[in-house]
């Protein structure tokens, strides 16, 4: 009997651990892009095992994402952004990545925005 419920515990313990684990986050936070091709861009960037969704509102310049908190900070999501030449909210793109981007994705001051 004593076993049982401590079999009983141990498997209550793992459901809330994990459950802790697999804890998704939404988010949602300013990355400058123009175009479509600056929306695949940016969204291929977030497709990785940690991000379950990763939309951006090529209008509101808004990316919206939903992730797992416990693997991946939001920071680490926003450097993987600046890194493919796109400025976020917290991090600006490296200028020798910006500058290699297609003109039609230019987006600092003095681009056309289209
Ligand atoms: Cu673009």
């Not at 401590?6 to 998704?24: C, G, H, P, R, Y």
Request: hydrophobic share 40%; aromatic share 6%.
């Amino acid at each position: 009997m004593k076993k049982t419920i401590l079999i009983a515990i141990a498997l209550f313990m793992n459901t809330v651990l994990s459950a802790q684990d697999n804890k998704v986050t939404e988010a949602k936070f300013n990355v400058d892009g123009v175009c479509g091709m600056c929306k695949s861009r940016i969204e291929k960037v977030l497709k990785i095992e940690e991000v379950k969704l990763a939309k951006w509102d090529k209008g509101a310049k808004i990316v919206k994402v939903a992730f797992l908190s416990s693997k991946i900070t939001l920071d680490s999501l926003q450097r993987r952004i600046a890194s493919i030449g796109h400025d976020t909210e917290k991090f600006k793109a490296p200028d020798s990545v910006y500058a290699n981007l297609p003109k039609c994705c230019l987006y600092r001051d003095g681009q056309p925005t289209h």
